[in-house]
């Protein structure tokens, strides 16, 4: 069974600042992995996703994500951020069953 | 434009009362799904549908059952709800890319 651990409940950074935020995953098989941006009342949001080649992969509004095999993770990173990226970020994990396992996620609060 | 649709939006019902919650998707996904999210705990999967009358329970199926006649209507049905079932409800489609996300039921059982 997989499993998915954003390790951030809470991240604040200023507005043009860069942030990372971790998700670690474990499972012994083929997975997708993806991210998700959720705002306060609406759905989740694709933001990007990785299945295998280039480890670093591009998202939307300048995200990007970097996949590591020997760490099992998949941080989400953005090099200048907006107080409109403010908003929850689940990390998933989906094995070739189509069973998708979503981390607890982490609120990204980004200020003035 | 590719879009999951949830009816009704927000709903509240009574203790044993029953429950339907709506999903619709035009696109011909074969694979959809059944989540309710409730603070600190992130979105939990109810049930995942490969197809028609190709259902299979998910982490947190007991409670609740799942119906899909038509490849574009996946329902979620309480039977007799419970107080604990106050939950936002998503339902989404796995296209080629990733999964796509409605927007959502609110539901309050009282």
């Known amino acids: 069974t997989q499993t998915v651990s954003q390790s951030d409940a809470h991240v604040t950074v200023f507005e043009g600042d860069s942030v990372e935020l971790r998700c670690n995953y474990s499972?012994?098989?083929?997975?997708?992995l993806s991210w998700y941006i959720q705002h306060h009342g609406h759905g989740l949001q694709f933001l990007l996703k990785?299945?295998?080649?280039?480890?670093v992969v591009q998202g939307v509004n300048g995200f990007e994500a970097e996949f590591s095999k020997s760490d099992s993770s998949f941080h989400l990173r953005k090099a200048s951020v907006h107080w409109s990226d403010s908003a929850v970020y689940f990390c998933?994990?989906?094995?070739?069953?189509?069973?998708?396992?979503f981390g607890d996620g982490t609120v990204l609060t980004v200020k003035p | 434009d590719m879009k999951v649709t949830q009816m009704p939006r927000y709903l509240i019902k009574r203790m044993g009362e029953n429950v339907l919650l709506e999903c619709g998707q035009d696109?011909?996904?074969?694979?959809m799904y059944w989540y309710r999210q409730d603070p600190g705990l992130g979105l939990q999967l109810i049930y995942i549908?490969?197809?028609?009358?190709?259902?299979s329970e998910g982490d947190i199926p007991k409670g609740y059952r799942v119906s899909r006649k038509k490849r574009e209507h996946f329902s979620l049905i309480l039977d007799s709800a419970k107080t604990n079932q106050t939950s936002v409800y998503f339902c989404?489609?796995?296209?080629?890319?990733?999964?796509?996300f409605g927007e959502g039921t609110r539901l309050s059982v009282l």
């Open positions: 499972y012994g098989g083929s997975i997708y």
């Open positions: 549908s490969y197809d028609v009358d190709s259902n």
């Open positions: 998933a994990v989906r094995t070739n069953t189509g069973k998708l396992t």
């Open positions: 990785y299945y295998s080649g280039n480890p």
């Open positions: 696109m011909s996904h074969e694979t």
């Open positions: 989404a489609s796995l296209s080629r890319q990733a999964p796509l």
